[in-house]
Nanobody, 118 residues
Framework: QVQLVESGGGLVQAGGSLRLSCLAS????????MGWYRQTPGGQREKVAL???????DYEDSLRGRFIISRDIAKNTVYLQMNSLQPEDTAVYYC????????????WGQGTRVTVAS
């Protein structure tokens, strides 16, 4: 059972930056996709940015350019650099891992809260 642990959330002023990290508890040897989703109170969980094990990226179009996803395969870690943050970016950010094996499976972290003050 892979565990995902996020860190890096917090309170930031509008226009500021934060960097989120997500550490997987073990090395993922199969093809996989790892990345970030977010959820606002009363809202749906939405994709932010994903990166597969071949380092191809998939961004929510409205966030491309402000948010940058990266991975350190050796450290089993995915990062999300968030720049020019706005109050509407306030949400709980969840790390996700999707393993593409014969029995595909999705794993979620516990979430890290990001609050952007105006």
């Amino acid at each position: 059972q892979v565990q995902l642990v996020e860190s890096g959330g917090g309170l930031v002023q509008a226009g500021g930056s934060l960097r989120l990290s997500c550490l997987a508890s073990e090395k993922i040897s199969s093809k996989n996709v790892m990345g970030w989703y977010r959820q606002t109170p009363g809202g749906q969980r939405e994709k932010v940015a994903l990166m597969d094990s071949d380092e191809r990226t998939d961004y929510e179009d409205s966030l491309r350019g402000r948010f940058i996803i990266s991975r350190d395969i050796a450290k089993n870690t995915v990062y999300l650099q968030m720049n020019s943050l706005q109050p509407e970016d306030t949400a709980v950010y969840y790390c996700n891992l999707y393993t593409m094996t014969n029995s595909p499976r999705a794993y979620w972290g516990q979430g890290t809260r990001v609050t952007v003050a105006s």
